[in-house]
């Protein structure tokens, strides 16, 4: 039985990864669960020099998910090669490095420096971030700005490319195909959606930004509904994240045309869901006496 897939010329040993900033740099979740057993490892975004991220408070519960606006709190790509790389290198996984930044020249000086770090297997760039020169517009809402940045990135980076998509714009489909015209080599999507609760009790804001991301099991359909679209339109794999908890919900991103899913906020109320997610899909494939995953990838397009 084959549980390996392929996302820009890495081979995963299966398909479930974690989803950037839910998992810190693995280290954190080490003491909960084997590392080597998950296709891939990704890091919580890294930028050039270290960000505080937002005030407190900066998490809510909501029905069905959960709200944060962390503000991609990280010590900067300095600490993160001297300190997380090498722990992560003693397991036998693939590592995905998230990257973040508020101008192009940013990102692709953190790229060029993990373009000399030989564990960063996979470049994961997140373009939810704004773009400071464009008025706080985030990268991922304007395809021209996604097909300007995944060249500009591509142009410095030694390692496959994934463009992580924002769900925040009317047409994910042109997102993704201007991402694939600038080069990418796969697409991470969805990123979280933006969301605001309320304390009525306090009138006032239940998050210090005012908004924040949603994710969570209730941005499942949403995101499931974007990444059966995007499969549709482009031809570089996709890897499927929002709300999966259980091997069921990965395996309904599969059949829409997913190579891979991420597994994020589900890992807060339960460390080991990834690997449970992980079993799942190998029982489903003796029970369903499938002998290789991408056999069932998009299958529901077919």
């Known amino acids: 039985m084959n549980t390996s897939v392929n996302i820009g010329g890495v081979r995963l040993k299966n398909p479930v990864m974690t989803a950037s900033g839910t998992f810190g740099s693995g280290e954190e979740f080490s003491e909960f669960l084997d590392l080597n057993r998950l296709g891939a490892v990704v890091t919580k975004g890294v930028s050039n020099v270290p960000w505080p991220g937002n005030p407190t408070p900066r998490i809510a519960e909501t029905a069905s998910g959960m709200l944060n606006a962390i503000g991609l709190q990280n010590p900067g790509i300095d600490v993160f090669v001297s300190r997380d790389l090498p722990f992560l290198e003693q397991f036998d996984t693939a590592v995905v490095v998230n990257v973040c930044g508020k101008t192009t020249a940013e990102y692709c000086e953190v790229v060029e420096r993990l373009a000399k770090e030989p564990r960063a297997d996979l470049l994961e760039i997140n373009i939810s971030c ?173």
């Open 130 to 302: 704004p773009n400071v020169k464009e008025g706080g517009i985030a990268f991922g809402q304007n395809p021209k700005a996604v097909e300007a940045i995944t060249k500009a990135v591509k142009a410095v980076a030694k390692q496959p490319v994934i463009m992580k998509l924002s769900p925040n714009v009317t047409d994910i489909t042109e997102m993704a195909r201007a991402a694939e015209a600038g080069g990418a080599d796969a697409l991470s999507l969805i990123n979280t959606l933006t969301g605001m609760k309320i304390d009525v009790e306090r009138q006032c804001f239940a998050l210090a930004n005012k908004t924040g991301g949603l994710s969570g099991p209730a941005i499942k359909p949403v995101a499931l509904r974007m990444v059966n679209q995007t499969a549709l339109a482009v031809g570089i794999p996709i890897i499927g994240m929002g709300g999966i908890q259980t091997a069921e919900d990965a395996l309904e991103f599969i059949l829409a045309g997913a190579t891979a899913v991420s597994v994020g906020t589900a890992g807060f109320h339960d460390p080991c869901a990834s690997l449970k997610v992980i079993s799942g899909i190998e029982e489903y494939m003796k029970r369903h006496q499938t002998e290789d995953i991408n056999s069932l990838i998009g299958i529901v397009n077919r």
